[in-house]
């Protein structure tokens, strides 16, 4: 009996692709090449089901280029590379990575949030250029964490973990903003607060951005948005590039209109703005907020454990689109 085939993306943990291996034949990218949509649609060809990361786009046109493609499963949380509807119209099975990120998704959130209002990175910067030459009162001074108004937009999974570091370990007080309020039950141990949007920006002292991205979140925090937050307030984007209008984020920065920001994720990433680039009150990472090896090797687990269930008849464990297994 010829076993599926199944594509194997982008580069990763080697002894958890060798569990495809088990069932499918596996095509796999050891050198990391990035394809190009056109090279995806033909890689794809012949293949039961694909492991991908955010970088690999599932649209329409990569879908009806290969008909016989069952399973689409993605190393991460966040799938707004995927076009679920698409996928839905075609049966297709999308799943993703949620749960095994959180916790370390988290503590880079508050690491960042930290790193901007203590000023981490451009102090540092500044002692490896040989700049520093005294103490004085007002090098780098920067904003208390503690104690501080910790603002949420985006209190899902990532969000109420963000939350209880800041709550719970640093006395700091929680507002939000989020589609729908949280149960009583899960605000309650955070002491959070929902406001409206326009509240958050204004109350928060710390601004964390962990909202998925979709045409509805699309620069979500703007010029407008940042014209009502504090000048002392810090603004930390760990979600996706696209949910900061970044061009706006680096003209507030430049003016001083908020202190300081911190960014893991960048529309048109890998690219990041030039103008990011040139300002010094930014901390900026290339998107590394969930990595660790325990966490990545988990999130490699999960998209493998669903690609297995998906293509031999199994249950598997976080479907974006469960419906289509009902068919
Ligand atoms: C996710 O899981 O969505 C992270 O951003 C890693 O891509």
Same mark, same amino acid.
């Given at each position: 009996?010829?076993?599926?085939?199944?594509?194997? #993306? =982008?580069?990763?943990f080697?002894?958890?692709?060798d *569990?495809?291996?088990?069932?499918?034949?596996?095509?796999?990218n050891?050198?990391?090449?990035?394809?190009?949509?056109?090279?995806?649609? %033909?890689?794809?060809?012949?293949?039961?089901?694909?492991?991908?990361?955010?970088?690999? +786009?599932?649209?329409?046109?990569?879908? !009806?280029?290969?008909?016989?493609? *069952?399973?689409?499963?993605?190393?991460?949380?966040?799938?707004?590379?995927?076009?679920?509807?698409a996928?839905?119209?075609?049966?297709?099975?999308?799943?993703?990575? $949620?749960?095994?990120?959180?916790?370390?998704?988290?503590?880079? &959130?508050?690491?960042?949030?930290? #790193?901007?209002? =203590? +000023?981490?990175?451009?102090?540092?910067?500044?002692?490896r250029?040989?700049?520093?030459?005294?103490?004085?009162? !007002?090098?780098?001074?920067?904003?208390?964490?503690?104690?501080?108004?910790?603002g949420?937009? &985006?209190?899902?999974?990532? &969000?109420?973990?963000? %939350?209880?570091?800041?709550?719970?370990?640093?006395?700091?007080?929680?507002?939000?903003?989020?589609?729908?309020?949280?149960?009583?039950? /899960?605000?309650?141990?955070?002491?959070?607060?929902?406001?409206?949007?326009?509240?958050?920006?204004?109350?928060?002292?710390?601004?964390?951005?962990?909202?998925?991205?979709?045409a509805?979140?699309?620069?979500?925090?703007?010029?407008?948005?940042?014209?009502?937050?504090? $000048?002392?307030?810090?603004?930390?984007?760990?979600?996706?590039?696209?949910?900061?209008?970044?061009?706006?984020?680096?003209?507030? /920065?430049?003016?001083?209109?908020i202190?300081?920001?911190?960014? !893991?994720?960048f529309?048109?990433?890998?690219?990041?703005?030039? !103008?990011?680039?040139?300002?010094?009150?930014?901390?900026?990472? $290339?998107?590394?907020?969930?990595?660790?090896?325990?966490? =990545?090797? #988990?999130?490699? &687990?999960?998209?493998?454990?669903? /690609?297995?269930?998906?293509?031999?008849?199994g249950?598997? $464990?976080?479907?974006?689109?469960?419906?289509?297994?009902?068919?």
């Amino acid at each position: 009996m010829t076993r599926p085939a199944v594509l194997v #993306a =982008r580069a990763v943990f080697g002894d958890i692709v060798d *569990r495809l291996r088990v069932h499918f034949d596996v095509e796999d990218n050891p050198e990391d090449r990035i394809f190009s949509k056109a090279e995806l649609a %033909a890689k794809l060809a012949g293949k039961a089901g694909a492991f991908i990361t955010g970088s690999e +786009r599932i649209d329409a046109e990569v879908l !009806d280029a290969n008909p016989q493609l *069952r399973a689409v499963c993605n190393m991460a949380v966040g799938y707004n590379n995927i076009d679920v509807d698409a996928c839905n119209a075609r049966g297709v099975l999308a799943t993703n990575t $949620p749960d095994v990120l959180t916790e370390t998704t988290a503590d880079f &959130g508050f690491a960042l949030m930290m #790193a901007a209002a =203590r +000023r981490l990175a451009e102090s540092e910067h500044f002692l490896r250029r040989g700049e520093w030459t005294k103490w004085s009162y !007002d090098m780098f001074i920067g904003s208390d964490v503690h104690g501080a108004t910790l603002g949420i937009l &985006g209190m899902g999974r990532i &969000g109420q973990a963000i %939350a209880r570091r800041g709550a719970l370990g640093f006395g700091m007080k929680v507002v939000y903003h989020n589609r729908s309020r949280l149960a009583p039950e /899960l605000e309650a141990p955070l002491g959070a607060r929902y406001v409206g949007k326009e509240q958050l920006m204004r109350e928060a002292d710390h601004l964390v951005i962990v909202v998925p991205y979709s045409a509805a979140s699309h620069h979500a925090v703007g010029s407008a948005e940042m014209a009502l937050m504090k $000048p002392s307030a810090t603004l930390t984007n760990v979600a996706r590039g696209g949910v900061v209008d970044d061009a706006a984020l680096a003209a507030a /920065l430049r003016e001083r209109r908020i202190a300081a920001a911190a960014l !893991d994720v960048f529309e048109g990433e890998p690219k990041v703005h030039p !103008d990011l680039l040139t300002v010094p009150n930014v901390v900026l990472t $290339p998107h590394i907020a969930s990595a660790t090896v325990a966490t =990545r090797r #988990a999130m490699a &687990g999960l998209a493998v454990d669903n /690609l297995i269930a998906a293509l031999t008849g199994g249950t598997p $464990p976080t479907p974006i689109n469960p419906q289509v297994l009902a068919r």
